[in-house]
């Protein structure tokens, strides 16, 4: 008898795609991811009932009307659609926390990650591995400015402490077993690239040099890449809070020298109307003061988001999703409940 494939051994493997007014970007998308997966299930690298689950963040286009289409003339493609518009990391979690496979793979609906890594993904997955990142080796078609404002956000970032992939965004495969660890992290001020260096496992990279928008327009202006700068920074590291604290020792000492000095200028008579220094010290002084609550104000602001524990999206519809049943239903939920993962179960490995 010659070597047979045991097939039921090979991974389940869900791609999940945000997607927020990706009309244009979309029939591309799919078409490239479809002939990634169907080429990975020809090979026998990956299991029959791979698929794709495109989570609509509330957008204002046709997006939900191409994705429920799709759906309904393919069983490989699934659709999430949430209430409204929750940003980026939330749509990618909730599409996280609905995916029904062995192994997920994150991507941008916009193809500019290179949809042929997924296949080198895969090979790293089956040599070990439980994260596999997606990392930028060339940037050069980001703008002068989105390339310089993340090299400078990595380097501020590092240097507080955060340990993250320099140059990976959210391109990656998660082993289920990682996203069960990924998906017991509770915090509501999520920033996944920070999150999931934390959780440890096997990780490997792969490169790739990163293309144009395949259609459409970029959905981070700078407002929302600094907004998610912020985030990364406050959900991440305290090193701010102790910035503020050595600025502050700093100045008071400056300050009790200046009291001595002045008391002694006093004493010996020496004291002239100082209006200028005066407003000087009481502007300077009021600027760094309000500076250090503004920054406390930051994480006041994040404990009191982490407190409401409010869930972070609301499903509206569902397609197909769910439909693949041989997994294990906690890997599912972004619930109340902590879950552990345990290692005698299977992982598809
Ligand atoms: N996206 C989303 N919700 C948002 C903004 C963006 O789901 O509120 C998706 C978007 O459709 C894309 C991915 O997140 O698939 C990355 O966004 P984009 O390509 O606009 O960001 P850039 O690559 O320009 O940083
Ligand atoms: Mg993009």
Not at 20 to 30: K, R, V
Not at 56 to 76: V, Y
Not at 104 to 126: F, G, H, K, P, R
Request: proline content about 2%; overall charge neutral.
């Amino acid at each position: 008898m010659g070597y047979e494939m045991n097939v039921s051994n090979l991974p389940l493997i869900a791609i999940v795609v945000p997607c927020y007014n990706e009309e244009a970007a979309f029939p591309f998308c799919l078409n490239s991811l479809m002939e990634v997966v169907e080429k990975l299930q020809r090979s026998n690298k990956i299991r029959q009932g791979s698929h794709l689950l495109f989570v609509d963040d509330g957008s204002l286009d046709n997006t939900w009307q191409l994705i429920s289409s799709a759906a309904a003339n393919n069983k490989g493609v699934h659709g999430l659609k949430l209430s409204r518009n929750f940003g980026h990391q939330a749509a990618l979690l909730a599409g996280l926390s609905h995916a029904d496979a062995d192994v997920v793979i994150s991507i941008d609906a916009d193809l500019q990650d290179d949809t042929n890594c997924i296949e080198l993904m895969i090979d790293c997955y089956l040599k070990g591995n439980d994260v596999v990142y997606g990392v930028r080796s060339r940037r050069d078609t980001d703008s002068w400015f989105k390339r310089t404002s993340a090299t400078l956000f990595y380097r501020v970032m590092a240097a507080m402490g955060v340990e993250q992939i320099h140059d990976h965004a959210d391109f990656r495969l998660l082993s289920r077993r990682a996203l069960k660890a990924l998906l017991s992290l509770k915090e509501k001020n999520i920033y996944l690239r920070g999150m999931v260096p934390l959780i440890g496992f096997h990780s490997a990279k792969v490169f790739y040099s990163r293309a144009e928008r395949i259609a459409g327009d970029t959905h981070y202006p700078l407002a929302k890449m600094i907004s998610l700068a912020v985030r990364g920074i406050t959900s991440s590291s305290i090193y701010p809070l102790r910035i503020i604290f050595h600025t502050g020792f700093i100045i008071c000492l400056l300050s009790a020298v200046m009291i001595i000095y002045t008391l002694y200028q006093k004493i010996s008579g020496h004291t002239v109307a100082g209006w200028a220094s005066i407003s000087l010290a009481i502007l300077f002084f009021g600027g760094v003061q309000l500076l250090c609550l503004g920054v406390v104000g930051e994480y006041i602001g994040k404990i009191y988001t982490e407190v409401k524990n409010r869930p972070l999206f609301f499903i509206e519809n569902e397609i197909n999703a769910g439909s693949v049943s041989n997994t294990d239903a906690t890997a599912q939920a972004v619930s109340a409940t902590p879950m552990t993962y345990d290692t005698s179960k299977k992982t598809g490995k």
